[in-house]
């Protein structure tokens, strides 16, 4: 199961930004080439994991949960709010503040409601730093988080996000940056 996602993490080529291995890939960055089977095997997976029947809205990370939240929404018919990096300024945004292994920055959630049965789709969990600060605003706003699901697990940042969030992260694959190649640890689903 999951032999192409497997397939395209293994290939994928690693990159140093400062201390952090960060490794390219069509699921975590959109390049080289993000092709539709790969989509629909990850969506697929995720399908039959997960109860998706009173899910009323799919929430996503700019920009890279965007591509498996809009996969996901048109396979089940849900449908789906990205949390942006841009500010609006509409009547009840709720800033966040994110810190991640590369870089801090701001994003803006709008269109979550107080009540809303959500699941929370991400690329890559590896610090946990946009995680957690996400999973805390949609408390914050009193959406009801059914599932957060990463794709892809690196590091300890799964177990991070659960321990300062009390929120379960269920990711799909396990890996590692080994040697500068990346090593599919091991896969849940």
């Given at each position: 199961?999951l ?13 140093k930004?400062?201390?952090?291995h960060y490794f390219?890939?069509?699921v975590?960055?959109g390049?080289p080439?993000t ?5 629909m095997?990850?969506?697929d997976a995720?399908e039959k994991?997960f109860?998706?029947e009173?899910?009323d809205k799919?929430v996503c990370?700019e ?5 498996l939240a809009?996969?996901?929404?048109i ?8 949390i942006r ?7 009840g945004e709720?800033e ?11 994003l ?11 699941l929370?789709i991400d690329d ?5 730093g946009?995680?957690?600060?996400v999973i805390?605003?949609l408390k914050k706003?009193?959406?009801d988080i ?6 892809v697990e690196?590091g ?13 992260v269920?990711?799909l694959?396990?890996?590692d940056v080994?040697?500068g190649?990346?090593?599919?640890i091991?896969n849940e689903?």
């Amino acid at each position: 199961m999951l032999e192409k996602l497997k397939s395209t993490l293994e290939k994928s080529p690693v990159i140093k930004k400062g201390e952090y291995h960060y490794f390219v890939s069509p699921v975590t960055d959109g390049i080289p080439l993000t092709e539709p089977n790969l989509l629909m095997e990850i969506v697929d997976a995720i399908e039959k994991k997960f109860d998706l029947e009173d899910i009323d809205k799919i929430v996503c990370i700019e920009a890279m949960g965007i591509h498996l939240a809009t996969a996901l929404s048109i396979k089940t018919g849900i449908p789906f709010v990205v949390i942006r990096k841009k500010k609006y300024g509409l009547p009840g945004e709720v800033e966040i503040r994110q810190v991640t292994g590369y870089g801090e920055s701001n994003l803006y959630v709008n269109g979550v409601n107080s009540g809303d049965k959500i699941l929370v789709i991400d690329d890559v969990v590896s610090t946990g730093g946009t995680l957690i600060s996400v999973i805390n605003a949609l408390k914050k706003i009193s959406a009801d988080i059914k599932y957060v699901i990463a794709v892809v697990e690196k590091g300890e940042g799964r177990k991070k996000v659960e321990k300062e969030t009390g929120t379960k992260v269920n990711t799909l694959v396990k890996v590692d940056v080994i040697d500068g190649e990346v090593k599919i640890i091991n896969n849940e689903v």
